[in-house]
Nanobody
Framework: QAQLVESGGGLVQAGGSLRLSCAAS????????MGWFRQAPGKEREFVAA?????????YYAESVKGRFTISRDNAKSTVYLQMNNLKPEDTAVYYC?????????????????WGQGTQVTVSS
């Protein structure tokens, strides 16, 4: 069964840092592009960042996280990371890893066909 497994969430004070990881395992998803999304209580799931594996490894960020979050990948491990610095209370959400075929600028929830179960990130003020 295709599977993405996230890890690294937790509770952190405002201004702190966390590093999320997402590994593809089992009958892996097609991971040409891997992305991170998040969903806060009562809100819709939103795009955070994405990285493509080919074509130069294009990277995209939501405006709200630019300069604070960094997405990267380890091709050999089929793993993508999200380094989150200077965290704010409004970053509190469940963070989901997603993957899909193709190397374009994919930033919408319905553009991804493979998802992880999510990991909770809570930032206290």
């Amino acid at each position: 069964q295709a599977q993405l497994v996230e890890s690294g969430g937790g509770l952190v004070q405002a201004g702190g840092s966390l590093r999320l990881s997402c590994a593809a395992s089992g009958r892996s998803c097609t991971t040409n592009t891997m992305g991170w999304f998040r969903q806060a209580p009562g809100k819709e799931r939103e795009f955070v960042a994405a990285i493509s594996w080919g074509g130069g490894g294009n990277i995209y960020y939501a405006e709200s996280v630019k300069g604070r979050f960094t997405i990267s990948r380890d091709n050999a491990k089929s793993t993508v990371y999200l380094q989150m610095n200077n965290l704010k209370p409004e970053d509190t959400a469940v963070y989901y890893c997603a993957a899909r075929r193709g190397n374009q600028r994919w930033v919408k929830v319905d553009e991804y066909d493979c998802w992880g179960q999510g990991t909770q990130v809570t930032v206290s003020s």
